[in-house]
Structure formats: C-alpha cells, structure tokens
C-alpha cells in the first residue's frame, strides 16, 4: 500500500445510530458524571455503576445477540465510547473493558468456551481482562516470557503480567503465553489461554498512584504453577500472537474514539465556561484569545471524530487500508485528547487546576489514549511501514 485508499463511505448515521448516541449520553450524564470526582479520588472500581450499565445493554456490546450481546459494530461501539470518554474516562474505561479479550472467544473460542463466559460478561456477572503485557514485554509483544507448559490435560503457567486492566476484578483472563519456545518464528508459539481469576497460584497486586483512569482498576498479576485444563486454549496452539494482531485494528479504534470523547468533554467544559466567567467586565468568551482556542478545540474534535469513524468504518467494511488508518486514528485522536484537554484547563484558568472542575481530571486522564494499545510512536512505526509496503 501507497497510500491510503478513498472508497466510498456512508456520512449519515442511521437513525438507530443517532438514538444510541442519546441514549448513552443521558446515562452518562445521569449516572458517570456526578459521581465520576469520588470514584477517582478514591481511586476505586464503580461496581454500582456497572450493575446500571448492564442493564442498558453496555457491557461487551459488540458480543453477538446468541451471547448475550448487542451485536454492535465498530462503528456503534466508536459512538458509545465517545459519550462514555466525554463524562468521565475512568468510569467509561471501567464501561467498556469489561469485555476485554472476549474478541478471542467470539473468534476462535470454542462454543463451549463462548457459551460460559460471554452471556456472564454481557450480563454484568463477570469482567474480563485481557493479559499481554509483562514487565520486559511492552511494546514489543514478542518477547513475552510467561510459559504454559503442558502436563497431561492441564496447562501449567507460570510468569507475570504487568498493567493488567481489570487486574483485581476480573472473573476470567485472557492470558497470552509462550507454549512452543522451540519454534524459531518470532510471530509463532504464543498462545491464548483462559485463566478463570480464582485460580490457585495466582495474585493479584492493584496498582495504585495512576496518573489518570484512577477509577479503572490496573494489576499486577502473578503466576506460580497455575493450573488450567486443557480444554481453556483458545483457537490453535502456536497462533496466539497471530491472533491478537487481528484485534488490534478494531481496538486501535476504539482507543481512538476514548481520546474523541475526552477531547469533546473538555471543548464543551471549556465553552460552558468560557462564557460564564467574567474578567475585564466582559465574560472570557469576548477575548479573541479564548474564542481562537474555542475554535481549534472544536474543530480538532471534528477532525477526529472522522477519522475515527473511518476507521472504524474500514473495520466493519475489512476494508484494505484498514491498518494505516487504525493506527492514523488512534495518534491523531489521542493527540488531540491531550491538546485539547491542556487547553481546556488553561481556559479555566487557575480553576482548571483543582478538581473541582472535570477538566482537571481530563487533562490527567487524556494521557493514558497515547499510551496503551500501543504507544504514539508504535502507532507512527505502523502507518509508516503500511506506507513504505515493509510488511512486519
Ligand atoms: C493504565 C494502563 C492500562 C493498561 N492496560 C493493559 C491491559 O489491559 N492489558 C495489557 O496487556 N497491557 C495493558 N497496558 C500496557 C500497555 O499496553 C503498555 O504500557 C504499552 O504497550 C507500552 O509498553 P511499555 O509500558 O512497556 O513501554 P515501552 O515499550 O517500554 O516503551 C517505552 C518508550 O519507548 C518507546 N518505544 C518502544 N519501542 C519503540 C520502537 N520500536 N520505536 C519507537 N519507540 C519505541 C515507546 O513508544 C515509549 O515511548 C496498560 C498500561 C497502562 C499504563
């Protein structure tokens, strides 16, 4: 690939579309925001929230209708997670991981496999993580270490995993491993395997002190010769890498869509108050020096948003050019999180320094979207490899 492709693509939502947008903007209003302060002051999991969230439907939402789900597209799930994001990061993060890993069921678990975990997820009833990262294994995946070592019907895992989201709440883990170290192929012998959270030999350490998503809970997790049967592999032995790379560009997009949201909730805080504050006898708003931020902040917003949806619109359409844009999206989006929400707190002034206004917490949370799900400069090193046709 040269560049990316322009094919067509549909510019007005359906109506279906539009009223999910409402629906899940009221119950970000009614139920995220006014407690979204507390729960990260106390840096806690707002298990009372998920228990709402649940019953309208937002729990792993993408997991098909004969689990549970919603059957949601990428495009649907970019729309949510930016009304999630706008209200409060942590809690929307806390929303829309809870599902974590569960693309590696839909897509190569066994039916069994599906038929336990989704429905619970879906329902509330369980949380998921999804477990790649250790502590010598970030952005480059393939020097995983955990091992799964075979012994009869069970599968033997030792190792640790680092930054895990939903660390301490998760029911299961999607747990990447290395099973066959003998393959001389970087790409090959890893494999995916399922880890109920209540097995012996596992601990479970929160990570505490986060810059920002303070309410989305982070582990550490431990394995000391933790045992599972045989039938917790999921899809072929040897392909786990392979596997997971296929996720990355929906996830990519989601990731995406949370700096769209953060970069929407501090523009529109932002306006709120430019125009309520006064100086000079005139609200802030009259100074061309704020209007021009307004400006930019908005029109960056616009500008992401887009490109979120076309990429996510390239998932849901397996569209050629579908990795370059992901990876356009998630830089530019997070990006534009992080400036936006610095400006919305210059904006504010020295009210935009204390918590209690929301872009304070913006402005810390924004940071995490360049980050995780692969850092900015990973994103770059992709679009640039798709552009220069370098192959992985
Ligand atoms: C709050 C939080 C939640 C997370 N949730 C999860 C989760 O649920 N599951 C999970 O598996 N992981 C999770 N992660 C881990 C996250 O995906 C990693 O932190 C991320 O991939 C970066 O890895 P690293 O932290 O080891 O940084 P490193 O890979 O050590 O990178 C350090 C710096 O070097 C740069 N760098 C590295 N390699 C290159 C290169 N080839 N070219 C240019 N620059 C490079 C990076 O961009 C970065 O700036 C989470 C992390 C955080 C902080």
């Given at each position: ?138 952005s ?115 990731v995406?869509?949370?700096g ?67 990876s356009?999206?998630k830089e530019f989006a997070s990006r534009?999180?992080v ?28 940071k995490?979207t360049q980050i995780y799900e692969g850092t900015t400069e990973i994103q770059k090193n992709i679009v ?9």
């Open positions: 690939m040269n560049s990316v492709e322009h094919t067509d693509m549909e510019f007005q939502l359906t109506d279906e579309q539009k009223q999910l947008r409402e629906e899940v903007r009221r119950f970000a209003d009614e139920e995220i925001r006014p407690v979204a302060t507390e729960y990260d002051v106390a840096e806690e999991y707002p298990h009372e929230v998920m228990e709402k969230a649940a019953d309208m439907g937002l729990l792993a939402p993408h997991v098909p209708v004969e689990y549970g789900g919603v059957g949601y597209s990428s495009l649907e799930n970019a729309i949510l997670t930016e009304e999630l994001f706008a209200a409060d990061p942590g809690i929307g993060l806390c929303v829309s991981s809870a599902g974590f890993g569960a693309e590696a069921l839909m897509e190569f678990g066994t039916e069994a496999q599906k038929e336990r975990v989704l429905p619970e997820v879906t329902a509330g009833d369980a949380v998921m993580g999804s477990a790649i990262s250790e502590p010598q294994a970030g480059d995946v393939t020097s995983v270490a955990t091992r799964a070592t075979k012994d009869d019907d069970e599968w033997v895992i030792n190792g640790s995993k680092m930054w895990i989201t939903n660390g301490t709440v998760a029911d299961y883990f999607v747990v990447v491993c290395e099973t066959d170290p003998e393959i001389d192929d970087r790409y090959s012998g890893y494999s995916q395997i399922l880890v109920e959270g209540d097995r012996d030999g596992l601990t479970r350490d929160k990570i505490t002190g986060k810059l920002g998503i303070r309410a989305s809970d982070t582990a550490e997790l431990r394995f000391d010769d933790v045992r599972v049967p045989e039938e917790n592999l999921i899809g072929q032995r040897g392909m786990g890498f392979l596997q997971l790379m296929q996720f990355f560009d929906e996830t990519r997009t989601a995406a869509a949370q769209v949201g953060i970069a929407r909730g501090a523009a529109e805080r932002a306006l709120e108050y430019a125009e309520e504050r006064e100086q000079f006898d005139r609200p802030i708003s009259d100074f061309q020096a704020i209007k021009h931020k307004l400006a930019e902040m908005h029109t960056d917003t616009e500008a992401a948003r887009w490109l979120t949806y076309r990429s996510a619109w390239a998932v849901d359409n397996e569209a050629g050019d579908l990795t370059a844009l992901a356009m999206a534009v999180a400036d936006v929400a610095d400006e919305a707190v210059q904006v504010h002034g020295g009210a935009g320094f204390v918590n209690d206004h929301d872009v304070e917490r913006l402005y810390r949370d924004a995490i640039a490899r798709e552009l220069l046709d370098e192959g992985m």
